[in-house]
Structure formats: structure tokens, C-alpha cells
């Protein structure tokens, strides 16, 4: 599993009784897929600036009912940014992000890690030349660049 070494905060896991995979929600909501080089961290852009859950003091995380739902909360003007991470038949991990606050915002998901990336109906993510992660839909607009902030 990619993502934290030793030492490093506990991480959630997230999957299916029987399934073939697991993920890891570390304490920001990074998604650390297992056996996979790759990771998938998620940002808000609010009216104010780029709100990234690894470098915000106000994050806090829960299991949903108990269940392997992880929830995570982030503050930004006026509410929260709120993330669910659940797993779903087959090898599929829902990333859900809900807008808790009465101001606008947009969501960012960034991977980190893959040598590849791809989008369009039949590909996603590519970890070690194999599409690992399809999206569910055609993706209309996307924007791809390598980090310059980060």
C-alpha cells in the first residue's frame, strides 16, 4: 500500500467483506489504494483560496455510524467541505464530496504518484501500465497539470 510510513498516523480502511481490494483514508482523506503507487487527495477552491486538507488546522475525521464510511471535514467560509470515501461492488471506491456551507465552491481531486494519468470512458488512473481506477462517466471537462504549487 502506498502513502505513510512507520510512524505515521493510523489510516482508515475502507472495502468490501470478500472483496479483492482495500483502500487506505489516511487523517486528511488521502485515498491510499492498496498495491498501488498512487494516491488520490481532494481540495476545495472557495472564494478565498485553494483549501487543501493536508495543510488545514481545522480537519477533523469520523466513521460514519461505525461503518467503514469515512467521513472528513473540512472548514471553509461559512461551513465545511465534507468528504465520504465508501467501497462499493467490485474494486470501486465513492468518493463523495458535499458542499455543507451556503457559499459556492469546487472540488479537486489530485493524484499523486501515478506515472500515467488518463481520462475518458474506459480509463483512469494507470498504475504500472494498467488502468486501475475507470471514472463512472465521461469526464467533459477535465484539467490536467503537474503541480506547481505543491
Not at 15 to 36: I, K, M, N, S, Y
Request: glycine content about 12%.
Amino acid at each position: 500500500m502506498s502513502g505513510p510510513g512507520p510512524g505515521a498516523a493510523p489510516q482508515s480502511l475502507v472495502g468490501l467483506l470478500g472483496g479483492t481490494r482495500v483502500a487506505a483514508v489516511d487523517e486528511h482523506g488521502t485515498l491510499h489504494p492498496a498495491r498501488a503507487i498512487w494516491s488520490l487527495e481532494w481540495w476545495v477552491g472557495a472564494d478565498d483560496r485553494w483549501h487543501r486538507p493536508t495543510h488545514e488546522p481545522a480537519v477533523r475525521q469520523s466513521l460514519v455510524e461505525g461503518m467503514p464510511v469515512v467521513r472528513t471535514a473540512m472548514r471553509v467560509p461559512g461551513g465545511d467541505a465534507v468528504q465520504e470515501v465508501y467501497a462499493v461492488t467490485g474494486d470501486a471506491v465513492v468518493i463523495d464530496v458535499e458542499n455543507a456551507s451556503p457559499a459556492p465552491f469546487v472540488a479537486a481531486f489530485v493524484v499523486r504518484g501515478a506515472g500515467h494519468v488518463a481520462l475518458g470512458d474506459t480509463t483512469g488512473v494507470v498504475d504500472g501500465g494498467k488502468p486501475t481506477a475507470p471514472p463512472p462517466r465521461s469526464i467533459t471537462k477535465p484539467a490536467l497539470s503537474a503541480p506547481s504549487c505543491c
